[in-house]
């Protein structure tokens, strides 16, 4: 009789990260959020703008020889584009080797990342820069973005919205950290000679990896067919939540799938365009200092974090769709209400409405991933997720743009700085009720994309 051997599973395989029986699931969003937190650092990125422009000079910008904050700024979008491209091209590996595995990667691109940023400051590169923090970070994020929350929600069955929540609450949170942080490194490297820049690059890419590993050696997988201890699916159907998996193949074909996508594009590039230049829009809006500006953006950071888990709880209870109308329609009212306060120049009021929308752009993130999982099941929503995310690069993109190129054409026009924002404001409204319109359009998945857990090609799928 022949003996086929088979190697045991590697530490990062799939198979070392399944959990035991009795393991306690309240260990993972810790685990996801180690991970979140860490690549969050990408919106705290505009804290090295300024100490970018002036590697050369250190205490001044030099004509011609440091960059300008625009070829700076191409960092971040670079980023945030890598980050939809990777989480689309690699959500079907991220699913068949497992969290583990996927996370290491993650902070091998990430940090990684930022020691090739580090340097591209030190030798002046900006093409190195590019491809450190950019092309090599941006791949980072995007397989840490989608790894801990499709685990999450196969953990979380019975409150998949809070579960995501938690995990994108911590990549809203990462610029907290990440961009004081930032400032301190650079304060405690900088001398005569250098600014600090790519010594604070150094020293994260280390803080992170560390950390970013605690995550990855935390995190598992349920056992196939576990379930919560008392948890009973409801024997009364809701009309978008499926009890049945719909592979990536088919998922990505279908009106559903690109309504969402729609969704989510429309929500982020009203909110984004707002969130990357608040501090800027309240100087202009109210006429009030840097200092006051800098901390007003702070808070808008805060109401973003806070609003992931706040309004994805709240999905678990009134619905996915229904929380999504609530995002458009009190969205766009408040959009339209900007005006008006900068016309009675009422601070409080701006203050109110703007960070009222920021959680709502917030939880559109944190509870995008459950209304997946509601229409296409756990199967492949990694990889779903991944392709779906696309639509945030796309966003990030349009978002700033938009704003800036409106403003500053109405300023040059003869409109005064405390008015140039306003139309953006009625363009960001009619942008939510366009997705308003895309959510009330979608419909359960047809029943002929589906694939039971009892549906022998169920298996195929997840292994392919």
């Not at 911590?170 to 930032?182: K, V």
Request: charged fraction near 10%; include cysteine.
């Amino acid at each position: 009789m022949q003996v086929v051997e088979t190697a045991a599973p590697g530490l990062l395989d799939r198979e070392r990260t399944i959990a035991p029986a009795g393991f306690n699931r309240w260990l993972i969003p810790p685990a996801a959020m180690a991970v979140h937190l860490c690549i969050g650092e990408v919106y705290g990125f505009s804290v090295f703008n300024v100490p970018l422009t002036r590697l050369a000079g250190v205490d001044h910008s030099v004509d011609g020889v440091d960059w300008t904050i625009p070829q700076v700024g191409w960092c971040y979008s670079i980023a945030l584009i890598m980050l939809g491209l990777s989480a689309a091209f690699l959500g079907r590996w991220v699913e068949r080797v497992g969290p583990r595995k996927t996370i290491v990667a993650s902070a091998c691109c990430f940090c990684g990342g930022l020691l090739v940023s580090a340097l591209g400051a030190w030798l002046h590169s900006l093409s190195v820069l590019y491809l450190g923090y950019g092309v090599i970070g941006g791949v980072g994020l995007g397989l840490g973005y989608i790894a801990p929350v499709s685990t999450l929600v196969k953990w979380f069955p019975d409150r998949p919205g809070m579960a995501t929540g938690l995990a994108i609450m911590g990549f809203g949170g990462g610029a907290l950290i990440g961009a004081p942080l930032g400032v301190e490194l650079m304060g405690r490297f900088k001398s005569a000679g250098s600014v600090g820049v790519w010594e604070a690059f150094l020293a994260m890419a280390l803080l992170y990896f560390a950390l970013m590993m605690f995550g990855a050696f935390t995190i598992r997988i349920p056992s196939a067919g576990w379930r919560p201890e008392g948890f009973v699916p409801s024997a009364k159907p809701r009309k978008l939540v499926s009890d049945a998996d719909v592979p990536v193949d088919l998922a990505w074909k279908t009106p559903q799938f690109w309504l969402l996508w729609g969704v989510l594009c429309l929500n982020v590039t009203a909110g984004i365009g707002i969130l990357g230049q608040a501090s800027l829009i309240c100087q202009d809006m109210f006429g009030v200092s840097a200092a006051v500006g800098g901390g007003f953006a702070g808070l808008l950071s805060l109401f973003n974090m806070a609003g992931r888990f706040f309004w994805s709880s709240a999905s678990d209870h009134v619905g996915r769709k229904g929380v999504y109308c609530v995002y458009f329609l009190l969205g766009a009212l408040l959009y339209c209400l900007i005006p008006f306060a900068q016309k009675t120049h009422s601070v409080a009021l701006f203050v109110g409405l703007t960070a009222t929308i920021i959680s709502m752009y917030g939880g559109g993130f944190a509870t995008i991933p459950a209304y997946l999982r509601d229409l296409f099941g756990t199967l492949h929503l990694g990889a779903i997720h991944g392709r779906l995310i696309t639509s945030w690069s796309m966003a990030a993109v349009l978002g700033p743009q938009l704003v800036n190129y409106i403003s500053t054409y109405r300023i040059a026009q003869g409109v005064p700085r405390a008015e140039a924002y306003n139309a953006t404001m009625y363009l960001m409204a009619a942008l939510l009720l366009a997705g308003l319109a895309c959510n009330l359009l979608i419909t359960p998945v047809d029943s002929r994309h589906h694939r039971h857990p009892d549906d022998p090609a169920t298996d195929q799928d997840a292994n392919s």
